[in-house]
Nanobody
Framework: QVQLVESGGGRVQAGGSLRLSCAAS????????MGWFRQAPGKERERVAY????????HYADSVKGRFAISRDNAKNTVYLQMNNLKPEDTAVYYC?????????????WGQGTQVTVSS
């Protein structure tokens, strides 16, 4: 499996921006699609965005479409989530996950999470 470590979370006012990073180590990073998920208190974990192993395919939840952008740098074994025009409802713990390359479903490797708090 691949080991994942997120960074870049924090507190920001509504309308602000944050960039999350997820650094991978272990098995070949390019074997995996990658996804960002989030979980707010009292809510189920939801998928925010995913990107294919090559970076050619991306997909976003409707709630973040047009505001968030996922990207990856396979040379650096890192996936990013650029979050713009943040809203209080974006407040959650954000997790990155390695995805099965064919099905784009979680492979079992998750990061520890990074807190994002958006104040109004």
């Amino acid at each position: 499996q691949v080991q994942l470590v997120e960074s870049g979370g924090g507190r920001v006012q509504a309308g602000g921006s944050l960039r999350l990073s997820c650094a991978a180590s272990g098995r070949a990073f390019s074997n995996y699609g990658m996804g960002w998920f989030r979980q707010a208190p009292g809510k189920e974990r939801e998928r925010v965005a995913y990107i294919s192993w090559s970076g050619s395919i991306t997909h976003y939840a409707d709630s973040v479409k047009g505001r968030f952008a996922i990207s990856r740098d396979n040379a650096k074994n890192t996936v990013y989530l650029q979050m713009n025009n943040l809203k209080p409802e974006d407040t959650a713990v954000y997790y990155c996950a390695a995805l099965n390359r064919a099905t784009m479903t979680p492979s079992g490797s998750w990061g520890q999470g990074t807190q994002v708090t958006v104040s109004s």
